[in-house]
């Protein structure tokens, strides 16, 4: 399959509640710890996925390998910011781009990757098993 725009509903509302979800981690879980750095990366890869599905009609598998790209392409920009001691100004792109690269947080990229795709498979069984009752 091609991938082509079109707008889904239910994605676009699960991106908006994940994006909610993060700027509370942002702004509130200064002291939550790992929920708020581990599972804000699985869940940031989840924003990602349903935010690209929201507007793209194309494969789950697609999506969640972009989705991951995405947040490996963060932790690259953190390392080369390190690497060339560059200093980002603007508070909100500090918080988005973070301050440190991890393995942990490719982990947790691969994490929400997996999670979105099982989301995605189980509910692709469950609308099969509803058309098949009706």
Request: hydrophobic share 60%; glycine share 6%.
């Amino acid at each position: 399959m091609t991938m082509s725009l079109r707008f889904d509903p239910a994605s676009f509302v699960r991106a908006a509640l994940l994006f909610v979800v993060l700027v509370l981690l942002a702004t509130f879980g200064r002291d939550l710890g790992w929920v708020r750095s581990f599972l804000g990366d699985v869940l940031a890869v989840g924003w990602v996925f349903y935010a690209i599905r929201a507007f793209v009609k194309a494969r789950a598998c697609s999506i969640a390998a972009i989705a991951f790209a995405t947040g490996v392409a963060v932790e690259l920009v953190q390392l080369l910011l390190i690497s060339f001691d560059v200093q980002i100004p603007n508070r909100i792109l500090r918080i988005v781009f973070g301050a440190t690269p991890d393995w942990w947080d490719i982990l947790a990229y691969a994490m929400g990757a997996a999670l979105v795709l099982g989301v995605n498979l189980l509910s692709s069984a469950r609308k099969t098993e509803i058309q098949g009752k009706s």
